[in-house]
């Protein structure tokens, strides 16, 4: 079936840190990949998405390129803020999944930025 | 645009009572999903609606668990019997259809935290 693996958390940086969070997948179609951030005491909010190979998505600083060959979708940010603390959370959806298109979730990094 | 409505936003019983949760989704999402997300998981599908019709339920504990969607807008989530392991953040997310989260992804509300003790 279909799974998500990020790396574990916590990940502490100081602010204008580089931030890297690993995650890889493995789907038995071609998926499309998201990048979900959760604030604290906030539902999911959709980051970035990239919906075939070698597509890069990016959105307030933060990127994430679609690599099939490695079936990996790794975040990027060259910079952080205290203000991107958060959970960040790595998803696929594939359209062969019996044609559900039902998301499949990693277990989430949490990020802390320290002034 | 409205985003995803969930109520209540904090929910605290006793084991073996019932409690149910409330969605209302981004108006004209046809599909909508309940998730489960336990502290430290990532959120985990119970059911997936697409306008009034169950399109998977797979992972959903239908002894006590139960959803419904009846004029395919709100939906709501009930247990009954409540359990310990069932403390969690219940999330809401709606998308245009079926196809359109892989598009442009889903929109969730703020969710409702369950504390059964």
């Known amino acids: 079936g279909n799974s998500v693996t990020q790396m574990e958390g916590p990940v502490t940086l100081s602010e204008e840190a580089f931030l890297t969070i690993n995650c890889t997948y493995t789907a038995t179609g071609y998926p499309s990949l998201f990048w979900y951030v959760q604030y604290p005491g906030e539902g999911l909010q959709l980051l970035l998405k990239a919906t075939k190979a070698d597509d890069k998505g990016s959105n307030k600083g933060f990127e994430a390129t679609y690599r099939k060959e490695t079936t990996s979708f790794h975040l990027e940010k060259g910079s952080v803020q205290v203000s991107d603390s958060a959970v960040y959370f790595c998803?696929?959806?594939?359209?062969?999944?019996?044609?559900?298109?039902?998301?499949?979730f990693g277990r989430g990094t949490s990020l802390i930025v320290h002034p | 645009e409205a985003g995803v409505a969930q109520s209540p936003r904090y929910k605290i019983i006793e084991k073996r009572q019932s409690v149910a949760f409330w969605c209302n989704p981004i108006?004209?999402?046809?599909?909508l999903y309940w998730y489960q997300q336990i502290l430290g998981q990532g959120p985990k599908l119970l059911i997936q609606?697409?306008?009034?019709?169950?399109?998977?339920d797979s992972q959903l504990p239908k002894d006590r668990f139960s959803a419904e969607r009846l004029k395919g807008v709100d939906s709501t989530l009930k247990i009954q019997p409540a359990k310990l392991e069932d403390s969690a953040v219940y999330l809401c997310?709606?998308?245009?259809?079926?196809?359109?989260?892989?598009?442009?992804?889903?929109?969730f509300g703020s969710g409702t935290r369950l504390t059964v003790v």
């Open positions: 108006s004209g999402h046809a599909t």
């Open positions: 609606f697409q306008n009034n019709g169950v399109v998977d």
């Open positions: 998803a696929l959806s594939d359209p062969a999944s019996g044609g559900s298109y039902i998301p499949t």
């Open positions: 997310a709606s998308s245009f259809d079926l196809t359109g989260g892989v598009i442009a992804g889903y929109t």
